[in-house]
């Protein structure tokens, strides 16, 4: 997930995230494995295996592993995760995850050491009337989801502007129902897993509203819906990355349009003589 900061013409930052070509891709890793009737929206990709015996519906192509296609989107990952993780926070850094928190749209927060939840856990992230903005969870170890959490998207928040980057490995355990549905795009340093509901492979696990995308292995345990991501997303201005004009530059447009019309007027009028 490469993530460009930017000073716009009109000041302020802008936070990108561009996953390049590997944004048509739900699932990538070096090796995938699935058990359960999994649904994946999106390619599937690994460098090494892939092992399906669920089976999974996925709309897009399940790539040999090794193919040409999945290793150049596998290096897209790798580069755009590295230069993620290194971005620096934009607010104060955390130690844990407390029942509620709210992120802020357009904004890298960053977890200093293992991250792990419990159920009643309420997340809310809040984009402040502009959809584009982006939200960037840095986690310096490891992210386990235990229990269910809560996410509430207000103010104009996108699933797919959420992304979840991990050092180490991500795990969500399924537990008992009901299902977890976990938003955001999650690129883990090594690996991923989702665990199997109770009942086995035929019980929906969970689903990610956003990609999955691993250094290592990928593992869905259970039936997971994998409803993949967006290609770029911009924080302020749209995925173009421009800015919104400020008042003053509004002032200026208006000033310009009303030479415009008075110029229109005036050349109309000494035709019209």
Same mark, same amino acid.
């Given at each position: 997930?490469?993530? %460009? #900061? $930017? +000073?716009?013409?009109?000041?302020?930052?802008?936070?990108?995230?561009n @996953?390049?070509? !590997? /944004?048509?891709?739900?699932l990538?890793?070096?090796t995938?494995?699935?058990?359960?009737?999994?649904?994946?929206?999106?390619?599937?990709?690994?460098?090494?295996?892939?092992?399906?015996s669920?089976p999974?519906?996925?709309?897009?192509?399940?790539?040999?592993?090794?193919?040409?296609? %999945? #290793? $150049? +989107?596998?290096?897209?990952?790798?580069?755009?995760?590295?230069?993620? @993780?290194?971005? !620096? /926070?934009?607010?104060?850094?955390?130690?844990s995850?407390?029942l509620?928190?709210?992120?802020t749209?357009?904004?890298?927060?960053t977890?200093?050491?293992?991250?792990s939840?419990?159920?009643g856990t309420?997340?809310?992230?809040?984009?402040?009337?502009?959809?584009?903005?982006?939200?960037?969870?840095?986690?310096?170890?490891?992210?386990?989801?235990?229990?269910?959490?809560?996410?509430?998207?207000?103010n104009?928040?996108?699933?797919?502007?959420i992304?979840w980057?991990?050092?180490?490995?991500?795990?969500?355990?399924?537990?008992?129902?009901?299902?977890q549905t976990?938003?955001?795009?999650?690129?883990?340093?090594?690996s991923?897993?989702?665990?199997?509901?109770?009942?086995?492979?035929?019980?929906?696990?969970?689903?990610v509203?956003?990609?999955?995308?691993?250094?290592?292995?990928?593992?869905?345990?259970?039936?997971?819906?994998?409803?993949?991501?967006s290609?770029?997303?911009?924080?302020?201005?749209?995925s173009s990355?421009?800015p919104?004009?400020r008042?003053?530059g509004?002032?200026s447009?208006?000033?310009?349009?009303?030479i415009?019309?008075?110029?229109k007027?005036?050349?109309?009028?000494i035709?019209?003589?």
């Amino acid at each position: 997930m490469a993530v %460009a #900061v $930017a +000073a716009p013409a009109f000041g302020g930052t802008i936070i990108t995230v561009n @996953l390049g070509s !590997s /944004s048509p891709f739900a699932l990538l890793g070096s090796t995938i494995s699935n058990t359960g009737i999994s649904q994946v929206t999106g390619n599937v990709g690994a460098t090494t295996t892939i092992t399906d015996s669920g089976p999974w519906v996925v709309t897009g192509t399940v790539y040999p592993a090794g193919n040409s296609t %999945a #290793v $150049a +989107a596998y290096n897209a990952f790798e580069n755009a995760y590295n230069t993620t @993780l290194a971005l !620096s /926070s934009t607010q104060p850094t955390l130690t844990s995850l407390p029942l509620t928190q709210t992120f802020t749209g357009n904004n890298v927060y960053t977890f200093t050491d293992d991250l792990s939840t419990a159920t009643g856990t309420a997340l809310t992230f809040d984009a402040q009337n502009n959809p584009n903005e982006v939200f960037v969870i840095q986690i310096d170890g490891t992210l386990t989801v235990n229990g269910i959490l809560t996410f509430n998207l207000i103010n104009g928040a996108q699933a797919d502007n959420i992304f979840w980057v991990v050092a180490d490995a991500a795990t969500i355990s399924a537990g008992s129902s009901p299902a977890q549905t976990f938003d955001g795009s999650i690129l883990a340093g090594t690996s991923f897993t989702m665990s199997a509901q109770t009942g086995g492979s035929g019980v929906l696990a969970g689903t990610v509203n956003g990609c999955v995308f691993s250094e290592t292995a990928n593992t869905l345990a259970g039936e997971t819906d994998v409803n993949g991501c967006s290609a770029t997303t911009a924080a302020t201005g749209g995925s173009s990355g421009v800015p919104e004009p400020r008042s003053a530059g509004l002032v200026s447009f208006a000033g310009l349009m009303g030479i415009l019309a008075w110029r229109k007027v005036r050349s109309a009028s000494i035709l019209s003589t």
